[in-house]
């Protein structure tokens, strides 16, 4: 402001100091353009470019300074036009250049602020003694702008302080959402995040999960990655494999070392960029040299947007890059108004005299500046657009509604504190700033471009953006194409969507693929996004994602582990090897007692049966036909009736058989001792008291059956431990009797017992003369026996797991035990058959023994003994004693 006094003489101290401070004054507004009215807007535009070092500003900006500003102008043109917004209230302006620089464009912003600085002036005083008039300093409600985020954050921090609300056309840095802050800050673009949003929402949709950021030095580079980098925090399901930053002065190699630092983690094939556009043109160039056209995806902010210059030359490089801008329309009022602007009708703008030259590349003449002769002089006959290429700056569209939102505040501001009264009333006057300041916030028309203009609780306008995706194979025209939209939320279309080599399937760009059915996700320690898969291994199933879970007892994993499925059941069938061989030679067995006990039968009383010992013989005999049957029993599918008879069969039959042949030679053995001795015959050598001491002997085993079957009643059981190998196709469940290789072993045991005593009793008797019954043949038959039965301990308990584990130990078992009762059968009772059929002749009475033949006959086998081992020859008794 300049202070008007009635200056009577130039000699006063006051006068000159009064004149020095205008002076320094207008050294720091040398330039601001100023429309009178009734209400004043300010503004800030970028008009210059930042300039040299130690020179605040720099050459003319056409577009983002001159198109802005008159952008302002016309928009007030068209406000104080328009009989329904502020009808009979003037808009004015002070516009101020801020020449790209932050710090400048603070020096210029006091402009707005000093009127509302309090000015002591108690003492100034005019020569004449007269206070002295001073202008009021024009007033600033609101001010429009500015462009660069660094200058918009400076200036809003004086203009909060004297409360004046400040509109944004341009300004997109996320911190200046900070409503505490910045909170006298509106704006009618969206802010950053917003886009960080939207990319976020594009990888998504193309279900990438893993990717890296690429970010210019500075404020727009490094905050729209942070705010991609929180938003897929928050939001989970994406990670972030690198961020890297590109330096504000890039040395020679540092795109080549950037573009191997992203192929470190060369699974992100997705790469998020807010960068300038000299940046992104040397990455795309550095993507080449390294021969990795097609290999990366690149995301783009919109300062890639649709531009051409950034991709010139690259396009093999850059196809399939997906780029946003802001929904932006072009204002066709505004191209008429600015391309009829001359130098006679715009003279309002101080700087379009400089534009002019510098649009037309010509040069003005002005008093005291000499020609360039170079340039040619303009003749103020050039036209916009005609004689020079003209495109409207992208904001313009927002600089129109910045000012309109100002004015529509104002508007329903006027209208609730000056009702019926037409111009700016006292409630008004002056402008409470606080008080626009919730007018602005609360304003929605329809902007320029036709879509709603409003501002969300922070200040922001909602965020449209137009997605593009750079195509240029299989294309009529190459070049960006529109595939889909985000206005707060996304919509894309995948079908139009072609990458490098215009392939439609999506790539991909994810850090581990998903795991097999079967496998379980091993999460690497710090990235959510990654994991190893390792499959279920062993008897375990997939329970969920991360788990792998053993199955039940009784299941086995399913073939693709997902779940568990019940183990199959084998038995032993009829029809394999295991079972008919040993029942082949049971069925033998059987057929050949069954022909010894009929032949015993037919010739009952003939001498050979009767010297047998009837009696015990049909009780042996019916042992050893127990032992054949029992290997049926051991086939036969296991139930409660099968598992009782087992249990009864396995042992008595072998019992049966042992007891009645201990009793033989117990009884032989005995005769001999006692005829060594004297003549009196022993104790229990009748038939009647041989079966009764063979009866007390069978007894033992069934009266442990039944105790047995008291404690533990006969049941079955399915056995899935026995075959579990390490391949779970394999693993079988095995129906069996409650039966354990102990038991049976335990059912054996007392038979084996009766087996070793009758083998001690047939060794010692084995001097007796052949006449003498059977003891030869039994001796025989124990010694066999004894050895099948010890071939078979160890295989039984030796078979190694497997399949055939159990079929083998029932094979086994069958097999000796058919065998033990063969060897009895045909040591004892063939050759009496075979004497029997073949040889009648022999079949006669001998001269019945008494006791005293006997004792004499165990005598003489005593002496010839005793003989023997001098070494002289046996002499032979008298057969026809």
């Not at 809003?156 to 840095?173: C, H």
């Not at 673009?189 to 594009?202: F, G, H």
Request: hydrophobic content about 40%; some cysteine.
């Amino acid at each position: 402001g300049e202070w008007m006094c009635v200056l009577f003489s130039l000699e006063h101290q006051t006068s000159l100091e009064v004149i020095q401070v205008s002076a320094s004054h207008q050294h720091f507004h040398p330039h601001s353009i100023k429309i009178p009215g009734d209400i004043t807007l300010g503004g800030l535009f970028p008009i210059h470019a930042r300039g040299p070092h130690g020179l605040p500003c720099g050459e003319l900006k056409k577009e983002k300074g001159i198109h802005r500003m008159e952008a302002m102008l016309y928009a007030l043109d068209q406000i104080n036009s328009d009989p329904e917004v502020l009808p009979n209230i003037t808009l004015g302006a002070r516009i101020l250049d801020t020449c790209s620089r932050d710090t400048y464009a603070l020096e210029q912003s006091l402009t707005f602020v000093q009127a509302l600085i309090q000015k002591d002036t108690s003492d100034i005083r005019c020569s004449n003694g007269e206070p002295p008039i001073i202008r009021k300093p024009e007033r600033v409600v609101g001010v429009i702008g500015a462009s660069a985020s660094s200058v918009s954050i400076m200036v809003a921090n004086i203009l909060r302080l004297f409360e004046i609300p400040q509109v944004s056309y341009a300004s997109t840095a996320p911190e200046l959402s900070d409503n505490n802050r910045y909170d006298f800050f509106s704006r009618v673009v969206p802010p950053d995040s917003y886009q960080a949003q939207t990319m976020l929402d594009i990888v998504k949709a193309l279900g990438w999960n893993y990717v890296s950021t690429l970010a210019s030095e500075g404020n727009y580079g490094e905050s729209g990655v942070d705010a991609f980098m929180q938003i897929s925090r928050e939001a989970g399901g994406v990670c972030i494999a690198q961020s890297v930053k590109i330096p504000r002065e890039p040395t020679d190699g540092e795109f080549d070392k950037i573009i191997r630092r992203l192929m470190e983690t060369s699974n992100a094939r997705g790469v998020i960029i807010f960068a300038n556009e000299d940046d992104i043109r040397c990455v795309l160039e550095a993507a080449k040299r390294a021969n990795l056209t097609g290999h990366f995806l690149f995301v783009g902010s919109d300062s890639w947007g649709a531009k051409s210059s950034p991709i010139t030359e690259l396009e093999d490089v850059a196809e399939g890059a997906v780029t946003i801008l802001q929904k932006r329309a072009s204002i066709d009022g505004f191209d008429q108004y600015f391309m009829s602007r001359s130098l006679e009708n715009n003279r309002r703008n101080i700087w379009f005299a400089e534009f002019w030259e510098d649009d037309f590349r010509c040069k003005l003449t002005r008093p005291g500046i000499k020609l360039d002769p170079d340039k040619k002089k303009c003749t103020g006959e050039e036209r916009i657009g005609r004689d020079s290429s003209y495109e409207q700056e992208g904001k313009v569209q927002f600089v129109i509604d910045a000012v309109y939102a100002v004015a529509h505040a104002l508007h329903s501001m006027h209208q609730d504190l000056c009702p019926g009264s037409s111009g700016v009333c006292d409630n008004m006057d002056p402008v409470e700033g606080r008080s626009l300041l919730n007018y602005i916030r609360s304003v929605n028309f329809n902007g320029s471009a036709g879509t709603s203009v409003l501002f969300n609780e922070n200040g922001d306008a909602p965020g449209r953006y137009d997605i593009f995706q750079f195509q240029m194979t299989n294309h009529s025209h190459p070049g960006y194409h529109v595939i889909g939209q985000w206005t707060n939320n996304l919509r894309l279309n995948l079908d139009e969507m072609q990458w490098s080599g215009g392939d439609r399937s999506v790539p991909e760009s994810i850090c581990s693929f998903p795991c097999r059915p079967g496998e379980r996700k091993k999460m690497v320690k710090g990235v959510p996004c990654c994991w190893h898969c390792e499959l279920c291994d062993g008897y375990q199933y997939q329970l969920d994602e991360f788990t792998c879970e053993l199955c039940p007892s009784d299941m086995r994993p399913a073939p693709n582990r997902t779940a568990c499925r019940s183990t199959p059941i084998i038995k032993l069938e009829w029809n394999s090897p295991w079972a008919l061989v040993p029942a082949s030679l049971a069925m033998l067995g059987i057929l050949a007692t069954s022909a010894v006990v009929i032949t015993f039968i037919r010739f009952n009383d003939t001498p050979i049966v009767r010297a047998s010992g009837r009696e015990l013989s049909y009780v042996l005999l019916t042992g050893i036909f127990l032992i054949y049957l029992i290997t049926f029993l051991m086939i036969a599918e296991p139930g409660v009736v099968v598992c009782a008879f087992r249990r009864l069969l396995l042992g008595l039959g072998m019992a049966i058989t042992y007891s009645a042949m201990l009793t033989k030679t117990n009884r032989i053995y005995r005769i001999f001792e006692q005829g060594k001795r004297s003549v009196t015959p022993p104790k229990f050598i009748s038939p009647t008291s041989q079966l009764a001491i063979t009866f007390i002997l069978i007894s033992v085993q069934v009266l442990g059956v039944f105790v047995w079957f008291a404690f533990i009643p006969p049941h079955t059981t399915i056995d899935y431990e026995e075959l579990r190998p390490p391949n779970p196709d394999l693993a079988r469940g095995i129906l069996k009797c409650d039966m354990s290789d102990l038991s049976i072993i335990c059912c054996l045991s007392y038979s084996i017992v009766l087996m070793v005593t009758c083998t001690v009793y047939a060794v010692k008797s084995r001097g007796v003369p052949e006449t003498f019954n059977e003891a030869k043949p039994i001796g025989f038959t124990m010694y066999t026996t004894c050895i099948v039965w010890l071939a078979f301990v160890p295989i039984f308990f030796g078979t190694a797991k497997s399949t055939e584990k159990m079929f083998i130990q029932t094979g086994t078992l069958t097999v000796s035990m058919s065998l033990s009762a063969s060897v009895s059968l045909g040591m004892l009772y063939v050759p009496k058959v075979y004497v029997i059929i073949f040889h009648p002749e022999q079949n006669v009475q001998k001269r019945k023994r008494s006791f005293k033949a006997v004792a004499q006959a165990a005598r003489l086998s005593q002496k010839s003994s005793s003989e023997k081992q001098n070494g002289e020859t046996k002499i032979e008794p008298d057969r026809t004693q």
